[in-house]
């Protein structure tokens, strides 16, 4: 694939650096300000269309796919807070969006680490607008890359309601999650995606969103599962899933979306969303396959709750190298991921003793970890990958994935311990006792998802 034009900003960074930059095809998301000397091009509208099945792709995995993936795994008591913390999450995230968030990511600055303001409150995003693709001369609508990012920012602090399910205030909840994209989402999505910002410019590899979306949430939700506390009766009581069917059901609807999560972050309807598509289904499938022969070995029998892991471990890991690795690499992403996870789960977690509810480090962010490592491997055109940029081996690829995930962990992690401290003193992150043993269906929202 040649990506000959990020943006205008490659312009910026000069004749050499963009050479540099040329087989760059992981940043994906990368599209932010229309370039001038492409004014005049005028979007296909195959790739608009394309954009826009994408964007609602990715909008059924938040509602309803998470919502009701979580709400299975959940207690049948504590049900409707999962599916209202989810709903409401998303819908502010939507709102702060438009409002700076897009500005904070791609507003056009020429800083590392911020975006700027020049796009609040979508100033200058018009109907005839456009953002660059990856092809010389080939634009895309403004409106619909803001649309299709705002769902990624949508749905990655929703992620972290997972980890600390049962036991949060519905209020702490929705203030973490705006705080936590503000001073952690935006500037990272800046960083990796933005032709200005530092691990872009160090040249790390990012398709859909390792960095961006797994590792960031895994992080964030792991602080969380320490900091919220575990939940009353951990380890003594049975928390069993109340519902695998629709847990199972919402992990259909994240792998049937995650396609416009992975296909779309190419920005076109070429060859590189195509690559995308392949590599999303081959390491699912191979990570579902995987993940149910580790547990016939370790517990005798494969689980559904394990066949959906499983299906999450295996999208979580392509996702960096969904445009980067071929389909070869991304079966043995697949059938390698699933094997860390499960240890992960079953070995670490137990061994320290944090609750994670719905295992969003272990899947999420131990699986994030492992694709962003792995699309430095795997990127090789001797793997079947689209190869590295001239003067860049699998060696010196590798350390850059090292120091991107490095970055991203001690942001991620620093920022989020003081932001839930800030929210335990505004407005206490932790439900009382009687509340949680009632259920947060009935003490926080004053409905029950069933009825006897």
Known sequence: MQFSKISTSLGRLGAASAALLVPVA??????????????????????????????????????????????GLVRAKNMLSVLMQCTVVGAAMMLVWVIYGYSFAFGGSTSAYFGGTAKMFLSGVTMDSTAATFSDGVVIPEFIFMLFQMTFA???????????????????????????????????????????????????????????????????????????????????????????TLTLVGAAMLWVGWFGFNAGSNLEASGGAMLATVNTFLATAAAIVSWSIVETFARGKASMLGAASGMIAGLVAITPAAGIAGPMGAIVMGLIVSPICYFFIAVVKNKFGYDDTADVFGVHG????????????????????????????????????LTAVVITIVWCGVVSAILYKIVDVIVGLRVTVEAEREGLDLASHGEAAYHQ
């Open 26 to 71: 992981a940043f994906a998301q990368e599209a932010a300000a229309p370039a001038a000397e492409a004014a005049a091009a005028v979007p296909e509208k195959g790739d608009t269309a394309f954009m826009f099945i994408c964007t609602l792709l990715v909008f059924f995995m938040l509602m309803p796919g998470l919502a009701l993936f979580y709400g």
């Open 154 to 244: 949508a749905l990655t602090p929703s992620l972290i309601v997972g980890a600390f399910a049962e036991r949060i205030k519905f209020s702490a909840v929705v203030l973490f999650c705006i705080l936590w994209a503000t001073f952690v989402y935006f500037p990272i999505a800046h960083m990796v995606w933005d032709a200005n910002g530092l691990l872009f410019g160090m040249g790390a590899l990012d398709f859909a969103g390792g960095t961006v979306v797994h590792i960031n949430a895994g992080i964030a939700g792991l602080i969380g599962a320490i900091m919220v506390g575990k939940r009353v009766g951990y380890g003594k009581d049975m928390m069993a899933p109340h519902s695998m």
């Open 366 to 401: 131990v699986g994030g970890l492992f694709g962003a490592l792995a699309t430095g491997i795997f990127a090789s055109s001797s793997l079947g990958g689209i190869g590295y940029a001239e003067g860049v081996t699998m060696g010196s690829q590798f350390m850059t994935q």
